[in-house]
T-cell receptor, first 114, second 111 residues
Framework: EPEVTQTPSHQVTQMGQEVILRCVPI?????FYWYRQILGQKVEFLVS????????KSEIFDDQFSVERPDGSNFTLKIRSTKLEDSAMYFC????????????FGDGTRLSIL | QQQVKQSPQSLIVQKGGISIINCAYE??????FPWYQQFPGKGPALLIA?????SEKKEGRFTISFNKSAKQFSLHIMDSQPGDSATYFC??????????FGQGTRLTINP
């Protein structure tokens, strides 16, 4: 069964450094998402992406965050200057289209900011 | 209005019993309600989903009951097994927009 893959599984970064989280969505999917989950809390939406544009973003997704689809397969989340509170699990998800199709999640990247 | 409220936070059920997790929402524009199962160290995995024009959906041991007028929906796990021990999230979505997740329920099935 096709799956969303994320790398790395764990990223440790010094506060203030830039970090890039990578995702390979399911190949025929058109909608891409990033979510985050702070330890012990619920999963929170960050951003959705379609047709090479951000279609929606949350309050969390401020100017320090950016997303990109640099080629036909990868989807990346960049945090420019990391803060301690950015420590969380970051999940990438993708879906086929925009009419009630399920979002499929990767296993996440655990980001630890020191 | 965008919130989905989920209860209980944690649930312990004996093997073979029925596990019931409840969710409530406010936004009547939500039109798709999935349940996700998450094991430690893994991402949320889609378990079962329902649209608001249906009152019940069953897949194997898992059933969603949906009450549109009350704006509530619930997950029932019949004949609960130790392998069902995981965190369960209800969620709601409008169109292709963001999934709004509940707080999660940590389910433990005792052998």
């Amino acid at each position: 069964e096709p799956e969303v893959t994320q790398t790395p599984s764990h990223q440790v970064t010094q506060m203030g450094q830039e970090v890039i989280l990578r995702c390979v969505p399911i190949s025929n999917h058109l909608y891409f998402y990033w979510y985050r989950q702070i330890l012990g809390q619920k999963v929170e939406f960050l951003v959705s992406f379609y047709n090479n544009e951000i279609s929606e973003k949350s309050e969390i997704f401020d100017d320090q965050f950016s997303v990109e689809r640099p080629d036909g397969s990868n989807f990346t989340l960049k945090i420019r200057s990391t803060k301690l509170e950015d420590s969380a699990m970051y999940f990438c998800a993708s879906s086929e289209d925009n009419h009630n199709q399920p979002q499929h999640f990767g296993d996440g990247t655990r980001l630890s900011i020191l | 209005q965008q919130q989905v409220k989920q209860s209980p936070q944690s649930l312990i059920v004996q093997k073979g019993g029925i596990s019931i997790i409840n969710c409530a929402y406010e936004n009547t524009a939500f039109d798709y309600f999935p349940w996700y199962q998450q094991f430690p160290g893994k991402g949320p995995a889609l378990l079962i989903a329902i649209r608001p024009d249906v009152s019940e959906k069953k897949e194997g041991r898992f059933t969603i009951s949906f009450n549109k007028s009350a704006k509530q929906f619930s997950l029932h796990i019949m004949d609960s097994q130790p392998g069902d021990s995981a965190t369960y999230f209800c969620a709601a979505i409008q169109g292709a927009q963001k999934l709004v997740f509940g707080q999660g329920t940590r389910l433990t099935i005792n052998p």
